[in-house]
């Protein structure tokens, strides 16, 4: 047996047993470094937030969800109406409605037989929002940068220019 196939074995054995101390070991890992998180992002004003902002940004990671919203931007649509512009299937486009949904970017009534889906504006405007937080952290980089092209312009204006050197 090869050495390779042993850690292939561990590994497969740990999957097997939860309750194996090093994945429980993990789990209490993972659950210092939330707190841990949690303690500092509190202080700052981060902690105490309503909206569940990771769950926006992964909504909104996906183009195929983007088009969704951009659609119900336009108005209530039923799964069938969303569905009809994408090539895919009905259940795939239901996933996709779902994941928005936990998110809090749409809301879904029952309408006789059908669900009709519509936008929900507070949790991307959340996300505005905590965007907007660094928009004068990005422009003061912005104006920086532009500050030292100039003043790179005006030393190439002044440097002589060199005898059958070309002008790009």
């Not at 292939?8 to 090093?22: F, K, M, S, V």
Request: proline share 6%.
């Amino acid at each position: 047996m090869r050495p390779n196939d042993t850690t292939r074995t561990e590994i497969a054995d740990l999957r097997q047993w939860p309750e194996h101390p090093q994945r429980t070991l993990q789990k209490d890992v993972d659950k210092l470094i939330v707190f841990q998180n949690h303690r500092v992002m509190e202080p700052m004003g981060y902690g105490s937030r309503g909206q569940n902002l990771d769950a926006v940004f992964a909504a909104l990671a996906d183009p195929t969800r983007r088009a969704i919203l951009a659609r119900l931007a336009a108005g209530e649509a039923s799964v069938n109406e969303i569905a009809a512009p994408f090539e895919m299937s009905q259940p795939a486009v239901s996933k996709h409605l779902r994941v928005l949904e936990r998110a809090g970017l749409i809301e879904r009534d029952i309408d006789k037989q059908r669900r009709p889906a519509r936008l929900k504006a507070e949790p991307m405007a959340a996300a505005v929002r905590w965007l907007e937080e660094f928009r004068q952290f990005w422009s003061s980089s912005f104006d920086q940068l532009d500050s030292l092209l100039e003043d790179l312009k005006k030393a190439e204006r002044k440097r002589p220019q060199r005898k059958g050197s070309r002008n790009a």
